[in-house]
């Protein structure tokens, strides 16, 4: 499975643990002071969506793992609701991708509806 397909996924459920650490040799991670992080999150109770706000306010973006809720859940559909409003205040974007994970981005980040290749 490689990286792309880990982050993205096949629809299976995600820990932190199955994520791949890449070497940074020759860069200077520790060094760079980015405007932007892509931040992981696992939605798992509504109280999950504070943390994720916090991050889009911040000016980052959150890949959110929401395998433990169905799409037709009415708690999900609270949160979504409570994260485009967020995503509404700062002028950034949400998509779901599948059943499995939101995308959230703050100002400036717009997320493209058409696959790469198609």
Same mark, same amino acid.
């Given at each position: 499975?490689?990286?792309?397909?880990?982050?993205?996924?096949?629809?299976?459920?995600?820990?932190?643990?199955?994520?791949?650490?890449?070497?940074?040799?020759?860069?200077?991670?520790?060094?760079?002071?980015?405007?932007?992080?892509?931040?992981?999150?696992?939605?798992?109770?509504?109280?999950?969506?504070? *943390? #994720?706000?916090?991050?889009?306010? $911040?000016?980052? @973006?959150?890949?959110?793992?929401?395998? %433990?809720? !169905?799409?037709?859940?009415?708690?999900?559909?609270?949160?979504?609701?409570?994260?485009?409003?967020?995503?509404?205040?700062?002028?950034? *974007? #949400?998509?779901?991708?599948?059943? $499995?994970?939101? @995308?959230?981005?703050?100002?400036?980040? %717009?997320? !493209?509806?058409?696959?790469?290749?198609?």
């Amino acid at each position: 499975m490689g990286l792309m397909s880990k982050i993205f996924g096949e629809g299976t459920s995600r820990q932190t643990e199955d994520y791949v650490e890449l070497s940074a040799d020759g860069l200077a991670v520790e060094d760079a002071n980015p405007d932007t992080e892509i931040r992981i999150a696992n939605i798992g109770e509504k109280t999950d969506v504070i *943390d #994720i706000k916090d991050e889009v306010y $911040d000016g980052n @973006i959150v890949l959110a793992d929401i395998t %433990r809720h !169905s799409t037709k859940d009415r708690t999900m559909e609270h949160i979504t609701d409570e994260l485009k409003q967020v995503v509404n205040e700062v002028g950034g *974007d #949400i998509v779901q991708k599948d059943d $499995d994970q939101l @995308i959230i981005t703050p100002s400036g980040v %717009r997320i !493209s509806r058409e696959r790469i290749g198609h």
